[in-house]
């Protein structure tokens, strides 16, 4: 009797294993699709930014949608735009608020170097790292540092405009939820990603960075 019982909790805790599993698996696909969406609208909409029809002759404005056609027949083979986490991926776009309740899309910092920093107010490589961060943003025009803040780790919401003002940090910082750390796959903090001025991803890295190594990784990005 003892057996068939033990038996039936192993047999619970199996079923209950493969259903978190297969849970967590939908879960990410279906963050994975929104961003996917959320990344077709902005390429869209930078293609409906560069469109002024009106003062196009009709030679240009044919040459313009023979562009268009090819872009998206490319994008739709996936040999142009690939999105993902992976060197060579572009990086999956967002909008996040910032500290002031500011929207910031990630798309908008094209044409510029991106360094994404997750971080969180208890993590002591953060703290470590933060410094380092300040003095590469105030030295130079030429990367973004973005700071997200994954607001669910924090025990008080509160400490994270406490940390920014112990620091003194200038760059935008925005909050991140569970989503977006999610398709970041943001396991361990900090967590960084290198990003050229194309949105493209050049590097991640797990652990503090330091100025030094910023300066030599962002020289050998476009």
């Not at 970041?184 to 967590?191: A, F």
Request: with cysteine; aromatic share 10%; charged share 25%.
């Amino acid at each position: 009797m003892v057996k068939k019982g033990l038996w039936a909790v192993i047999a619970l805790m199996l079923v209950y294993v493969v259903f978190d599993f297969v849970t967590g698996l939908n879960r990410e696909q279906e963050v994975m699709e929104q961003a996917s969406v959320q990344n077709e609208l902005s390429v869209q909409d930078e293609l409906n930014e560069e469109m002024d029809t009106e003062e196009m002759s009709e030679e240009e404005l044919q040459a313009l949608m023979d562009e268009i056609a090819e872009q998206n027949a490319e994008s739709e083979t996936g040999s142009k735009i690939e999105f993902g986490l992976n060197a060579g991926n572009v990086a999956y776009d967002f909008q996040l608020e910032d500290m002031d309740g500011n929207t910031v899309q990630l798309s908008d910092y094209r044409g510029k170097k991106v360094f994404l920093n997750f971080w969180a107010s208890w993590c002591p490589p953060c703290r470590v790292e933060m410094p380092h961060l300040q003095e590469f943003h105030e030295e130079q025009d030429e990367v973004v540092v973005l700071g997200v803040n994954v607001i669910s780790s924090e025990s008080d919401p509160e400490n994270v405009p406490a940390f920014i003002d112990e620091f003194g940090l200038t760059f935008t910082n925005v909050y991140a939820p569970s989503e977006i750390t999610d398709l970041y796959r943001v396991e361990s903090l900090p967590t960084s990603y290198f990003i050229g001025s194309d949105g493209v991803i050049y590097e991640r890295v797990v652990g503090p960075v330091t100025k030094d190594i910023l300066e030599t990784k962002f020289e050998m990005i476009d």
